[in-house]
Nanobody
Framework: QVQLVESGGGLVQPGGSLRLSCVASGIIFSPTNMGWYRQAPGKQRELVAVSSYGGIKSYLDSVKGRFTVTRDDTKDTVYLQMNSLKPEDTAVYYC?????????WGQGAQVTVSS
């Protein structure tokens, strides 16, 4: 059974930084894709960043240059380093993993950017 456990959310002031971590368990092979989605109140869930097994990374336009997704396949972990945070980045962030044709999600981590 694949499970994802996230950590690292919280409250930060505009311009600050946070790092989210997500550890996967129950997997044997390296996931095809690992990354992060987010959902703000009243909005649809959107893809923030994803890293493929081959090292290709994609980002939401509004976070390019501020967020960095990395994965450590030796630890079955994916990270999201978020810098220069803005109030509009406030959302619940969900870890995402694509593994053997199926999609898996973490429980969500609240990120609030406010002064």
């Amino acid at each position: 059974q694949v499970q994802l456990v996230e950590s690292g959310g919280g409250l930060v002031q505009p311009g600050g930084s946070l790092r989210l971590s997500c550890v996967a368990s129950g997997i044997i092979f390296s996931p095809t894709n690992m990354g992060w989605y987010r959902q703000a109140p009243g909005k649809q869930r959107e893809l923030v960043a994803v890293s493929s097994y081959g090292g290709i990374k994609s980002y939401l336009d509004s976070v390019k240059g501020r967020f960095t997704v990395t994965r450590d396949d030796t630890k079955d972990t994916v990270y999201l380093q978020m810098n220069s945070l803005k109030p509009e980045d406030t959302a619940v962030y969900y870890c995402y993993l694509q593994y053997r044709g199926d999609d898996y999600w973490g429980q969500g981590a609240q990120v609030t950017v406010s002064s």
